[in-house]
């Protein structure tokens, strides 16, 4: 924009340059589609090595071709894949959480198919901000290690609700958040209304005593906007806790949008109730911002005052044994050597034990313990102290006023605490307490998805399953609106060399082939294992039910290869051969650019140590004309590709993209022109546009001529660009369209090298 002037001096303006620089994109990154023996189904997810391969889906597979193509692409080469896993009745473990009434509250499922869902436990504590009302879930993946079963991976998540208009409710927060499981919402009703009690016993004396100093407070009812409201206005005209009681039940009331809401005396202490039931039912009170009253009165959780929320009876039992809670530890009646049995046993489905204890750990209260934490370091130390399974491991907590006893979590599934003796009743911990207090209950160490027996609040689930390979060509090729199989990779932002490790179905290879076209990419097809002679390979080229894969894109080489087998004790093994030749590919493009066929004595096949038929000469020379790519072995060089030709690229077509090379360069202009002009749409269109753009491609075909990627000693003999009124009229600028013509003259490879001898003949001087 022009610089607006006003005072007499020196103005400064930045002026666009008009300059856009075009990104090349990359060339190499595969796209593997088939059955590995674990990982996610449908789901589009990218490897860096093979490591990482191993870590998601299981590494090497004797079902699993994609699983060796895999191995072979990053061999060779291979920087970057996405892996597609199709497999037939796959299933992600699950398991049921309870709530205290016994009814599904929770239904968590791992994130993924596979029986690896069946080493995951879950754990739950209320050692939260708020225990009262919230949980913790944890969330562990179990392995051995050195004989020994640990913890491969763990997730924490804290402060979670049941209250679905919570920022912290469960199953939004721990989907959005955990890599191991998904939540479902059991669809358990809450019943109870929230309320809040004050944590003081009022006199009338507080009352009258509030000041124009304390008479606000903060008010949220039902997940509602946080209100400050005022008890009264200039001075204070409170003359007791029953007008307080009136009036904080009036002015909550007199809140927009509640209704309903009724405040209790019980001698001295105020209680807030919402007039409504269910999970979304709330009481917060909170200090007000200024002339603050929550305070003096012992309103809101921050000032003494307990708050139950609707969502509470809905959320998941805790892990173990859970004691009634004790407000007054002072009021106990302890003695030296009071005994606390706890028995490891199994749980039915209601909570109960069954049958006799597996073990027991008797902890003598010596010295008579002065408050709840040092009875619960005394447990702690005893049942560490046994060495016993289930008991070395064990964790005691203290949450709310209230022991807790969590069993070793690699304990047998099923399994919980059971106390007694006159230490534990004391401690809470044998149950009988009068409400409110009347907080125990016996539970499972944890919660075990797809084998967990229904035991204590855990119903049993449904197994993890790894499925099976798929039979079905519909499984491969999948669904475009659901986003699975082949179209899982819409979720793949680029990839250039799509494969389907050892598969040969004429209908997947076929939408393959389509879906490749789409993506601007080649498909390497692995042909059928029983096409092992010159005249299988021949006849397979020329059936016509395989016309639908003489694509420009579409690339095929013969013989398959045979590597050894890791899981076969290295025994020979015959393998498809589109893994080795994209990693090959990548390779290429790496050392020599995608222009360079990858083909030749340098296009050595890592790993090869045979073919499953060796071609002469004569034979490479029947194969060559039709357009299939032949694979070698040669004295020193080993066994190369020998070959560099498209489906299209037999002789009798006389197609202009017979050659790989030819064609890989062009989809690769035709991506990266395609990401580097965006900014060109709705610019005005006019000159000064089509000269960006002219500069623009222009500087991105030089770069590539200056790299040696096109034929031509000049930029002109190499490429062009053209941008202009000739190659937009003023009717394409009226229907929005500006056309640029781009041309480039590709190298191609030398096939046959003709070296032509004569003899020099003698001369005599006459």
């Avoid at 944590?199 to 903060?218: F, H, M, P, S, Y």
């Avoid at 209704?259 to 001698?267: E, K, R």
């Avoid at 921050?302 to 809905?314: C, D, K, M, Q, S």
């Avoid at 639908?548 to 890791?566: E, G, H, M, T």
């Amino acid at each position: 924009m022009a610089v607006s002037v006003s005072y007499p001096g020196v103005y400064i303006q930045e002026v666009p340059s008009g300059s856009r620089a075009i990104a090349a994109v990359p060339t190499s990154i595969a796209a593997f589609i088939g059955y590995t023996a674990r990982g996610p189904v449908d789901e589009a997810r990218q490897v860096f090595s093979f490591a990482d391969f191993e870590r998601a889906f299981g590494g090497l597979d004797l079902d699993s071709d994609l699983s060796y193509a895999v191995s072979h692409f990053f061999l060779n080469g291979g920087g970057t894949a996405w892996i597609v896993r199709v497999a037939e009745g796959a299933q992600a473990a699950s398991v049921s959480l309870e709530a205290a009434n016994g009814s599904v509250t929770l239904v968590a499922e791992a994130s993924s198919e596979g029986v690896w869902g069946n080493n995951l436990i879950l754990s739950v504590d209320y050692a939260t901000a708020d225990p009262v009302n919230s949980f913790n879930l944890t969330v562990a993946e179990l392995g051995e290690r050195n004989g020994r079963l640990v913890a491969l991976r763990t997730e924490t998540h804290r402060n979670l609700s049941m209250n679905d208009l919570a920022p912290t409710y469960a199953i939004a927060a721990v989907n959005a958040a955990s890599d191991l499981i998904r939540l479902t919402d059991g669809g358990l009703a809450g019943t109870i209304n929230a309320s809040s009690t004050s944590g003081e016993t009022l006199t009338n004396a507080d009352v009258t005593g509030l000041t124009a100093d304390t008479r606000r407070l903060n008010v949220s009812i039902d997940g509602g906007p946080s209100t400050e409201i005022r008890l009264f206005d200039a001075a204070n005209d409170l003359a007791d806790v029953a007008a307080l009681r009136a009036r904080l039940e009036q002015r909550i009331n007199a809140i927009d949008g509640v209704t309903g809401v009724t405040v209790t005396n019980t001698a001295g202490v105020l209680s807030v109730v919402s007039g409504s039931s269910g999970r979304q039912s709330s009481v917060i009170l909170r200090n007000a911002a200024s002339q603050n009253a929550a305070a003096v009165l012992g309103l809101g959780t921050v000032n003494g005052g307990h708050e139950i929320a609707g969502a509470r009876e809905t959320r998941p039992v805790a892990s173990g044994t859970t004691g009634d809670r004790i407000p007054d530890f002072s009021a106990l009646g302890l003695s030296l050597n009071d005994p606390v049995n706890i028995h490891l046993v199994n749980l039915t489905a209601a909570g109960a034990v069954s049958g006799a204890a597996i073990a027991t750990v008797t902890v003598l209260l010596n010295p008579v313990p002065a408050s709840l934490g040092a009875a619960r370091a005394q447990i702690q130390a005893g049942l560490a102290a046994s060495g016993l399974p289930g008991f070395a491991g064990a964790r005691v907590e203290i949450v709310d006023d209230t022991l807790v006893l969590i069993p070793a979590q690699a304990s047998v599934p099923g399994q919980g605490f059971d106390c007694d003796g006159a230490g534990a009743a004391e401690l809470g911990l044998t149950g009988g307490a009068a409400a409110p207090d009347n907080t125990f209950i016996r539970n499972i160490a944890a919660w075990q998805p797809g084998i967990g027996l229904s035991a204590g609040s855990q119903q049993a689930g449904t197994p993890g399953s790894d499925g099976a390979p798929p039979a079905a060509d519909a499984t491969f090729i999948g669904d475009r609106t659901a986003k699975t199989g082949t179209f899982a990779l819409e979720d793949a932002d680029l990839f250039n060399i799509l494969l389907y490790p050892g598969t040969h179905s004429i209908p997947v290879l076929a939408a393959g082939v389509a879906y490749a076209e789409e993506r601007r990419s080649m498909l390497i097809v692995d042909i059928d294992p029983n096409v092992d002679t010159l005249t299988e390979a021949r006849d397979w080229v020329n059936d016509a039910a395989n016309t639908s894969l003489k694509s420009n894109n579409a690339v095929a080489y013969f013989p398959r290869i045979r590597l050894s087998d890791p899981l076969q004790n290295g025994r020979l093994r015959s393998f498809p051969n589109s893994g080795l030749m994209a990693g090959l590919w990548a390779r290429t493009d790496g050392a020599r650019g995608i222009w360079k066929a990858p083909a030749g004595i340098e296009a050595g096949l890592r790993g090869v140590q045979a073919l499953d038929y060796v071609l002469t000469d004569q034979e490479n020379g029947v194969l060559n004309p039709l357009g299939l790519n032949c694979i070698r072995s040669f004295p020193v060089f080993g066994t190369v590709s020998w070959g560099a030709r498209t489906l299209v690229g037999a002789d009798a077509r006389a197609s202009e993209w017979k050659y790989v090379p030819v064609r890989r360069v062009a989809l690769f202009i035709e991506e990266s022109l395609y990401r580097g002009t965006q900014f060109a749409v709705f610019e005005p269109n006019d000159e000064p546009l089509w000269a960006q753009i002219r500069l623009a491609v222009g500087s991105f075909l030089q770069n590539m001529f200056r790299q040696g990627a096109f034929q031509g000693a000049t930029p002109r003999e190499a490429f062009f660009v053209k941008c202009d009124s000739s190659t937009t009229t003023q009717a394409d600028i009226d229907l929005g369209i500006v056309n640029i013509h781009v041309g480039f003259a590709p190298l191609k490879p030398a096939e046959f090298v003709v070296i032509s001898i004569q003899q020099i003949a003698g001369q005599s001087q006459v």
